[in-house]
């Protein structure tokens, strides 16, 4: 990661876009460095709430074992499952080519 | 398709010693699905077990199964874990086609259950594996791919996925590395992997069947020179799914291994696959970092807090752990370490055992399990499971043979009429006729018949020659095609023979 806490270099953009798959020109890194950070400036800004008294959480509720029990309800129908899929073969989604797997 | 330069066996551990760990996933027996009530059926048609929550439509939101997280506790105990008082789950973020969100719902630093230990034996020698944690999350869809040879990602064109699988409550047992057992790695890794299965069959909480993928290993290894202070690079080999393979996988990287660091070659770390049928591993991609994950915890679900009284009631009920049974049984039965052994390579464990119960004399138990139903079993290419008779009709064709009613070849036959979905052993014996012949008229016209046919031979008995009685003993069991007790036919022809 770069020094700057709020600044992303190009190669992290590489990373992360690698990360998600995504294929990034390299204008494109140098934009999206520029943008991301920006993003990263603005929600940087929350530490500067006074939090030293503040206990860390991860839920604004105080809640904990909301379970379920094992008991089965019904799935949605194929036909609508598959509705919203850009692609369908063989009752399955269709998704391209998987790569960078298995040499 | 390997072109894998490899070390002997016996050279690899004569100047390295291996390090191996191992990741097992096990998908829980539950009805429904761990964040949605979608049932867990194998072998569904595709995408007939899906909802919002595990196709991650927007909006969705998960509510974890209790049952799962009980299943996952009890596991936890069961491999002397500690149980967490208060954890979380957390988001697990790749990209692949087969997580619809974008991300795995799992545990990161906040496990269930942590420190436990498993003692394995191999060979007589006991090895104690150390369990890092177990935790819970879900499984991932299933890719097909099309297009390429035979179903492989590589060449294939397209991919399918069926999301039936996704969601399914995942539980993952990872090993602490294990070191200092040298040649005997391959062999420790399998038997962990198996200790492992009986466990969690013992407590009831998976099927376990590797076949289905219901129990998947990823293996890693390393080597090390012998003597070295510091552990070498490992490879992690995924999807190792059945008990050989384990062995085969950690001996192969250890040979592999070995012949790149005698050319003075690094090893990388790195994602390998295992291919059942050459027994060999190939390069994957290049491991993703622990931080590439960007684990953070799970903001739609709540923290899981196992109240501790109930978890020391979990405790209390478990059920007899597999080392504990065998125990039991090895005293009860009077057997031997070794003829405990055999028995439980053989599968027969169980089998034996609910034989007994119900109502077999342990030696008979074995005996048969161990000869003639491990010789139809292998004949007929199956499990002793599989077969198709039960421990129940076991034990009554024991207790016919104990009765009397047959002898052991009769006894057989007895078991192809079972086998062959005839019925009861009882019924077997009624319906072919197989019951031993008693001193009958029937069995008295062929001990007669002998006598008439061999002149020659009552001639020799009445001569003083016993042993040639055998010859007639043999034309009368011949001719009652086996049904007759060997014994009551000496008899019946020394009455007659020599007059009593
Ligand atoms: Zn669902």
Redesign the pocket.
């Known amino acids: 990661m770069s020094t700057d806490a709020h600044s992303l270099s190009r190669d992290d953009v590489a990373h992360l876009a690698r990360l998600s798959r995504l294929a990034v020109t390299d204008e494109e890194l140098d934009r999206f460095a520029d943008q991301l950070g920006v993003v990263l400036g603005a929600v940087a800004r929350v530490q500067d709430a006074p939090t030293t008294d503040v206990t860390p959480t991860t839920h604004a509720v105080p809640l904990t074992n909301v379970h379920r029990p094992d008991v089965v309800t019904p799935?949605l129908p194929r036909e609508q499952v598959l509705a919203g899929a850009p692609a369908a073969e063989d009752d399955r989604f269709r998704v391209p080519r998987i790569l960078g797997e298995e040499a | 398709m390997s072109t894998d330069r490899l070390l002997e066996f016996d050279d690899v551990v004569s100047r390295y010693e291996p390090v191996f760990g191992l990741e097992t996933h096990v998908e829980l027996g539950t009805a429904s699905?761990m964040f949605?009530g979608?049932a867990t059926t194998f072998g569904a048609e595709p995408n007939t077990q899906?909802?919002p929550?595990?196709l991650a439509l927007p909006g969705a939101l998960p509510v974890a199964n209790a049952a799962a997280i009980e299943a996952t506790i009890r596991i936890g105990l069961a491999l002397g874990c500690r149980i967490a008082t208060w954890c979380r789950f957390a988001r697990k973020n790749y990209f692949y086609p087969d997580i619809p969100k974008g991300f795995q719902t799992s545990q990161y630093d906040e496990p269930l259950c942590t420190a436990g230990h498993l003692d394995v034996e191999v060979d007589g020698e006991t090895y104690r594996v150390e369990i890092e944690r177990v935790h819970l999350e879900e499984d991932t869809g299933k890719n097909l791919h099309v297009g390429g040879a035979t179903g492989r990602i590589h060449g294939a064109d397209h991919s399918l996925v069926d999301f039936n699988r996704a969601?399914i409550p995942l539980v993952e047992i990872v090993t602490r590395p294990v070191a200092g057992v040298g040649a005997k790695a391959p062999e420790v890794a399998r038997a962990y992997v198996a200790e492992l299965r009986e466990i969690l069959l013992a407590l009831g909480v998976s099927e376990v069947r590797m076949e289905r993928g219901n129990l998947r290993c990823d293996v890693n290894t390393s080597l090390a020179p012998t003597g070295s202070l510091e552990w070498g690079t490992r490879t992690e080999t995924k999807n190792v799914n059945s008990l050989r393979s384990v062995e085969r996988s950690v001996r192969y990287e250890m040979r592999r291994q070995a012949a790149l660091l005698d050319d003075g070659e690094r090893i990388l770390q790195e994602t390998r696959h295992f291919h059942e049928d050459t027994g060999s591993t190939s390069a994957g991609r290049s491991k993703e970092e622990a931080t590439d994950y960007r684990y953070f915890p799970e903001p739609d679900l709540v923290p899981m807090a196992p109240d501790t009284d109930w978890v020391e009631q979990l405790r209390a009920d478990l059920p007899e752990l597999p080392a504990a049974r065998r125990a039991r049984l090895r005293e009860e039965w009077g057997l031997s370490d070794t003829e405990m052994a055999w028995l439980v390579n053989a599968g027969a464990l169980g089998l034996v055992s609910d034989t007994v119960a119900a109502g077999a004399d342990p030696a008979d138990a074995r005996k048969w399990w161990l000869g003639e139903l491990s010789r139809r079993a292998k004949d007929a290419g199956v499990e002793l499971g599989d077969l198709a008779v039960t421990p129940a009709q076991v034990a009554e064709l024991t207790q016919l043979v104990a009765e009397g009613t047959v002898n052991d070849q009769l006894a057989r036959q007895v078991l192809d009429g079972v086998l062959a979905g005839e019925g009861s052993p009882r019924q077997v014996v009624d319906s072919r006729g197989l019951a031993v012949m008693g001193d009958s008229d029937e069995l008295g016209a062929a001990v007669d018949a002998a006598i008439a046919g061999a002149p020659d031979v009552v001639e020799k008995v009445r001569g003083g020659k016993t042993a040639a009685l055998g010859a007639l003993v043999g034309a009368v069991m011949k001719e009652t095609r086996g049904k007759a007790d060997a014994a009551t036919v000496r008899r019946m022809l020394e009455e007659r023979v020599l007059g009593g």
């Open positions: 799935s | 699905k949605c979608c899906t909802c929550v595990c969601g």
